[in-house]
């Protein structure tokens, strides 16, 4: 194809790409948010072998379209309670798609000035935004889980450092054996984290309250056993109950020990943001390493995720990254690859910029205090009717519901039900977790489009979905649906 025909090719493609963007997000598939096929089916029209032969891009999108798209959990949906997944602003997702066009390499100032510069502004924003110390150091990851895994590599360099080991230089067979104290409530990525830096060995469970934060008690208890140098995990945001650990007393407890502190404030981090709720993480300025979501609550698409450090030395030495054939940022300056695991990447900074350029600061407080105050309202909603009783407390953007049976069955046959009947219909699409013992269903309310009329229309569909689960029908399992 000539340079004209291909450029040709792509501005079509772009078009009807474009077009179909459009209708799409203008009037997403209101029957059901979950899949509308199951997955032999799926994998009969999208896994056939790879044909020798190439086809044009038009065919292949339509292709894509046409047998895709019915596969797809409808998460961005305003009425969509699942995970802790949030939507995307119509910005962040039109930046992604110049993210996309511009196609930069991430790594280093060298390989895109405006990607490098612009993920320099996005860190101070952030930093401000989250009330963080200013010499704060920034990378931007893949999500959280990379975030985590970021700050504690931060952690375990700086602790051995403070021992005079290099465990960059000389790995971990040999060095001061430290202690890691995690919530017992810690998200499964923390847990990664620290067997991907080899500290699996190390971990000691501290006990949790019954809304999920850590008891100040058994830290102590733990720190007076605890040997060696020191790393706490705490949690701003239980992935179930939205619980925030007390956070100032692990910070005092922790440095009083010389310790360091890492936070998974996957969600939870934007509460800073708010002066309304910014009381509920007091002292979170105070920790040394910070992993948060941009993907989450922040409404930007699939994937992004921020690693803070208050130390940045700690952090460039355990994630620096050094070539002969890499030209290093004139004058000393920042070279995102030094910050994260990655090297070649996205551009993720483009999307984060342009998402908080278009909101502003008061935009940001204003969509989680608007996300907090609905999940209080289908709260409450729920917890007006009988047999539905709400288990934690409602500090942020998360509600856990239990039910009692109305039919002669158990509480998780009861759920299992409620939760099939609710995945099969338009609104309040959500999934079960087990919370203390008792199956639950997770509820969170981080979309950006979320309104209080969707709220009740998910109170609605839950409330029915409750009654249905409880009349004398045939039990659906989750097996049957999947
Ligand atoms: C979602 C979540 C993570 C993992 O984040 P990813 O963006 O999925 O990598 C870690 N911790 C908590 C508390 C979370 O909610």
Known sequence: M??????????????????Y???????????????????????????????????DGESVLNHLIAHGEPGLLHSGAPTFLGFVMGGAYPVAIATEWLTSVWDQCGALYATSPTASVVEEAVSRWLVTLFGLPSHTSVGITTGCAMANLTGLAAARHHVLADQGWDVERDGLIGAPAPSILVSRGCHVTVHRALRLLGLAGQVRPVDT????????????????????PLIVCGQVGNVDSGAIDPIAAICDLT???????????????????????????????????????????????YDCGIAFCAHPVAHRA???????????????????????????RRARSLVLWATLRHLGTDGVAELIERCCTLARRLAEGLSAVSGI?????????????????TADTTEAAHLEHLVSVLQRGPVGWASPTTWRGRPCLRLSVCN??????????????????????GAPARTTTIEELV
């Not at 009740?456 to 029915?464: L, R, W």
């Open 2 to 19: 000539t340079s004209a025909g291909t450029r040709e090719a792509t501005a079509d493609l772009l078009h009807s790409i474009s077009d």
């Open 21 to 55: 963007s459009a209708s799409y997000l203008k009037d997403p598939r209101t029957e059901h948010t979950g899949s509308a096929v199951d997955r032999s089916e799926l994998r009969r029209r999208l896994a056939a072998p790879l044909p020798r032969t190439g086809t």
């Open 209 to 228: 309250d019954d809304q999920g934060r850590m008891c100040v008690r058994a830290l102590e208890a733990e720190l007076y056993r605890a040997r060696g």
């Open 255 to 301: 440095h009083d020990r010389g310790g360091w502190v890492h936070l998974d404030a996957a969600f939870g981090m934007w509460a800073a943001t708010s002066p309304q709720l910014r009381n509920r993480v007091t002292g979170i300025e105070r920790a040394d390493s910070w992993a948060t979501d941009g993907h989450k609550w922040l409404n930007v698409p």
């Open 318 to 344: 355990a994630l620096r990254t050094s070539a002969d054939y890499l030209t290093p940022a004139p004058d000393g300056g920042r070279d995102p690859v030094d910050f994260t695991p990655d090297m070649s």
């Open 389 to 405: 009783t709400v288990v934690n407390d409602i500090v942020l953007n998360q509600v856990l519901v239990a039910f009692t049976p």
């Open 448 to 469: 950006w489009q979320t309104t209080s009329a969707h709220i009740d229309a998910c109170i609605d569909a839950i409330v029915s979905a409750h009654r249905t689960a």
